[in-house]
T-cell receptor
């Protein structure tokens, strides 16, 4: 059964600092997704990583995928307050069945 | 451009009552999903429908039923609500293997 784990669960950062969120998953998958959720809101898509070695960047966020290690990272560069949110990774499972399992999320708080 | 529409946005039920959460998407997506979100537990998959005419259990299906009425609509039914089903429910849709588009959520309280 597919398990998706994120760490840390909570991250308090100072503005201007760098940090990385980790997403580990338990079974083979070649697609990984990152989402952002603001408090009281729905989720919005950040990145779709489709293959081993894939790297995507948008502003201060960069996501990468290592399918051999079953690991994805979301790297935050020079954090700003606007990045405060909960970040989720999700892993595709089951090919044609199209199942999608989420991690527990990482609550990021960027302090001035 | 509505995307994924969920109704209702808020609902309070008494234990044992039944209700149906409605979800519709206008993006012609094949796959639709129901998730629940509880503090500290992320999003957990309840049921999903990979394509019209099919439904499958997710991680936490007990106490729920679903209907894929047509390609646009995917409803979630609670036959006899329990306090443990107090949660925020999200419907989502996507084309096969693409990113998910989420509805705005339904906040459900079961007393």
């Amino acid at each position: 059964e597919l398990k998706v784990e994120q760490n840390p669960l909570f991250l308090s950062m100072q503005e201007g600092k760098n940090y990385t969120i980790y997403c580990n998953y338990s079974t083979t998958s070649d697609r990984l997704y990152w989402y952002r959720q603001d408090p009281g809101k729905s989720l919005e898509s950040l990145f779709v990583l489709l293959s081993n070695g894939a790297v995507k960047q948008e502003g201060r966020l960069m996501a990468s995928l290592d399918t051999k290690a079953r690991l994805s990272t979301l790297h935050i560069t020079a954090a700003v307050h606007d990045l405060s949110a909960t970040y989720f990774c999700a892993v595709g499972h089951g090919g044609a069945t199209n199942k999608l399992i989420f991690g527990t999320g990482t609550l990021l708080a960027v302090q001035p | 451009n509505a995307g994924v529409t969920q109704t209702p946005k808020f609902q309070v039920l008494k234990t044992g009552q039944s209700m149906t959460l409605q979800c519709a998407q206008d993006m012609n997506h094949n796959s639709m999903y129901w998730y629940r979100q509880d503090p500290g537990m992320g999003l957990r998959l309840i049921y999903y429908s990979a394509s019209e005419g099919t439904t499958d259990k997710g991680e936490v299906p007990n106490g729920y039923n679903v209907s894929r009425l047509n390609k646009r609509e995917f409803s979630l039914r609670l036959e006899s609500a329990a306090p443990s089903q107090t949660s925020v429910y999200f419907c989502a849709s996507r084309e096969t293997n693409e990113k998910l588009f989420f509805g705005s959520g339904t906040q459900l309280s079961v007393l």
